[in-house]
Nanobody, 123 residues
């Protein structure tokens, strides 16, 4: 059974950066689309960014466009989220996800979820 394991979260001051990593273990992911969701307390889980297995044409939520960059290493079943100029509104639990296609991620038809990693942006 494939598991997605996130790392790289933490507490940072506004304006700083973090890089989240997500690696699949326990099996082979294959050529899947991957994405990052986030959920803040009292809010629904929302898609932040997703990317096809080949890495071209990623999608970003308006709230993070220009600040976050998603990348994928399909050979190693990994995805990364570089988060720059972090804001307090970015505070949330961040979840990695994998699905057969790019559209599946957008439609929240997820095959594999990670357990999540906490990102807190506060001075």
């Amino acid at each position: 059974q494939v598991q997605l394991i996130e790392s790289g979260g933490g507490l940072v001051a506004p304006g700083n950066s973090l890089r989240l990593s997500c690696v699949g273990s326990g099996g082979t992911l294959g050529r899947v689309a991957m994405g990052w969701f986030r959920q803040a307390p009292g809010k629904e889980r929302a898609l932040v960014a997703n990317i096809p297995w080949h890495g071209a044409g990623p999608w970003y939520a308006d709230a993070v466009k220009g600040r976050f960059t998603i990348s994928v290493d399909s050979d190693n079943g990994a995805t990364y989220l570089q988060m720059n100029n972090l804001k307090p509104d970015d505070t949330a639990m961040y979840f990695c996800a994998a699905a057969p296609t790019f559209a599946d991620i957008r439609n929240s038809e997820i095959r594999y979820w990670g357990r999540g990693v906490q990102v807190t942006v506060s001075s």
